[in-house]
């Protein structure tokens, strides 16, 4: 039975959410991100460091009847869901588990309020600020460094002086980098425009792309979370100021332990000139005033 979906934009602060959770509940049984193409159920990945990958896989081996829930999520669309009956397979299987299961998607923001109704589980939505979510979905991650090929360490170690010294300037060149690519923004900025009928002449570069994808996704999952009555939002930059509380607070909501406390890190998004062209950026896309109801002034940084 789905007891909670722990949902959140990539880069969020999910994975490590996820890993808390695990650590807190082992009862329980912990699917990671079980529409993303990029996470085997048999291989352990490097992208979050050995111990993450090797426990998405042990809570995947764990799963009753693997086999069969193989071949449903190969026939599910990865694509980002608009609609439930495009996840209901995957969903079902894992609601008909006699054990309680936390999901952990990072793509269900519009289909949040429809999953609680038909599932009856709570809901939480992680928002994040989107100076560190776009640094987290790069090669300038510092999580991430020991990925870096020489050459790319090189360009990691320049960005981030950039990024310090002279942040508009540096800013401006990385965002029509291609190191903005990753976690299928091209697909999912194509879908969005579509659907929501955004003019995508407002947009200039890679890191516009990442903007308004950022924004959607969090300004309908704040939206759908509103009208839920088992929804939950909570904001990453809260939980690194007092993780202790809001451990309590998502714990008391959920009915999910969250006693594994660490420390989250957050990046450089104290950064006032940095914080300044990301809004000026929001206002150019004609995308802040939606950003502000989920993201209020007062988040940032």
């Not at 999910?14 to 650590?23: Q, S």
């Not at 599910?76 to 609609?83: G, I, M, R, V």
């Amino acid at each position: 039975m789905i007891c909670l979906v722990f949902n959140g934009y990539y880069r969020s602060g999910t994975t490590i959410m996820w890993w808390i959770m695990r650590e807190s509940n082992p009862n329980m049984l912990h699917i990671y991100e079980p529409l993303s193409p990029d996470v085997s159920l048999d291989v352990s990945g490097n992208l979050h460091g050995i111990s993450i990958g090797k426990a998405i896989v042990e809570e995947y081996k764990r799963l009753p009847k693997l086999e069969e829930f193989r071949k449903i999520r190969e026939k599910t669309n990865f694509a980002l869901p608009f609609d439930l009956d495009q996840v209901k397979g995957v969903m079902d299987f894992l609601h008909d588990l006699d054990i309680p299961v936390i999901v952990q998607p990072n793509n269900f923001h519009f289909i949040l309020r429809d999953i609680s109704k038909k599932y009856g589980c709570k809901v939480i939505h992680i928002i994040r600020n989107p100076v560190d979510t776009w640094i987290a979905s790069t090669c300038l991650d510092p999580a991430t460094t020991h990925l870096l090929t020489p050459k790319t360490m090189i360009f990691h170690k320049l960005a981030w002086i950039g990024l310090k010294v002279i942040p508009k300037a540096s800013l401006n060149i990385l965002a029509m980098s291609r190191i903005n690519k990753g976690y299928y923004l091209e697909e999912e900025f194509e879908s969005i425009c579509n659907h929501f009928k955004y003019d995508k002449n407002l947009v200039r570069d890679f890191l516009d792309k990442r903007l308004t994808v950022w924004s959607f996704c969090n300004y309908i999952a704040w939206k759908q979370i509103k009208s839920c009555k088992h929804g939950m939002i909570v904001y990453y930059e809260d939980i690194v100021k007092d993780p202790r509380y809001w451990f309590e607070e998502m714990e008391n909501f959920s009915g999910v332990k969250f006693s594994d406390v660490r420390e989250i890190k957050s990046y450089i998004c104290s950064l006032e000139r940095l914080k300044e062209t990301f809004i000026e950026r929001l206002k150019t896309l004609k995308l802040y005033t939606i950003v502000k109801q989920f993201y209020p002034p007062d988040k940032w940084f």
